[in-house]
């Protein structure tokens, strides 16, 4: 399996083309609206999302509420679009439109891809670069990760995306043994969480940054359970899950660290206190004492529930502007600021669950075949009995 997207920020629409899809999965576009919906909601966005209203339309590869195996394109309208249709139009402008509209970036903001972008592909308007690098992609992302989701629930595997930490405020966890998930988290950090308060908490940080001008970061988690032993390979390089899955989350915009298990933990810690002791029960067959290794050894999944942390840095634009240099001037300047989040974090947790979700489908689909959903479920079934008795 694999997909693009395409579209801008403030254009008319974001799409997905997604090739791989096995034929005769049930899906409509409310088993991905639930998605979109919850990346909307959450705490500390800024005004761009009371506009948005996001949903999907299916245009291809779906009929009669079954996938057919043919590419599937996956749309979503940017309702912002009616305020931009002449600054993003295609087409030409006149010299009086010209004139009416103010068309030319030329301030770039620290924490963005403006001027790296605007350098490498020589532009001047640096609004050819901000409008791709945009988060707003992710909106398709998450469309492309429900998918993945529909097909995982098809053998029982489901995730959940949640909140760890924003700025110092931490909620305190439960042991990896006692994860029982899964609903929706991206408002508090229900699922390992100890501390009921630590929700609140989180939401009084961002107020406080936002009362500031400063936005604030944090760390999420996305747990996967009942995924099968043995997805990804320990055979090459690019093939091995957990490398695939940490590019993934990486990708997604302002995330610079990632973490399987333990993580960087792991490092500080002797041996044995990390390494999952293996056990045998005639019923469960070969599994694990306890989960530090967040599901995987050797690039493969061990059948223990795959756990991956994403660090997001905190929002760049800030209502307490930061200096930087204007490309024709050359002059210093303070940015200004119209709209910006001050916290991206929740919605972040479901980007986070969007990019694993898809990571473990398509491995599933590389092991389990990809044609026909008949197919697999056999495939699928015939490797756990062996797998149980082992
Ligand atoms: C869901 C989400 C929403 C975001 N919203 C904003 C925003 O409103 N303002 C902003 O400056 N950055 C926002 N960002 C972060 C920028 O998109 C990101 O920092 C920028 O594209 C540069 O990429 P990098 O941080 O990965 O280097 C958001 C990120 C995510 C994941
Ligand atoms: C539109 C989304 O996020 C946007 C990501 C973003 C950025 O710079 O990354 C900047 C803001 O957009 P705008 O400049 O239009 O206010 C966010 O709202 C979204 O998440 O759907």
Redesign the pocket.
Known sequence: MRFLTAGESHGPQLTAIIEGVPSQLPLTAEDINEHLAR?QK?YG??R?MQIEKDQVQIMSGVRHGKTTGAPITLVIENKDWTHWTKIMGAEPLSEEEEKEVKRKITRP?P???DLNGAIKYRHRDMRNV?ER???RE?TVRVAVGALAQVILKQFNISLAGHVLEIGDVKAEQKPFESVKVLKDTTETSEVRCADENAGEKMKAAIDEAKKNGD?IGGIVEVIAENVPIGLGSFAHYDRKLDGKIAQSVLS?????GVEIGLGFEAARMNGSLVHDEIAYDADRGFYRKSNRLGGFEGGMTNGMPVVVHGA??P????YKPLQSVDIDSKEPFTASIE???SC?VP??AV?CEAAVAWEIAAAFLDKFGSDTMADIHKAFNDYQEEARNF
């Open positions: 990346r959450g966005r800024g761009r903001r924490g963005h891809a901000l690098s945009s988060a992710t936005s997604i915009n302002a995330f610079k997001m840095k929002i760049p634009t800030l709209r910006s989040d991206a919605a972040a980007v």
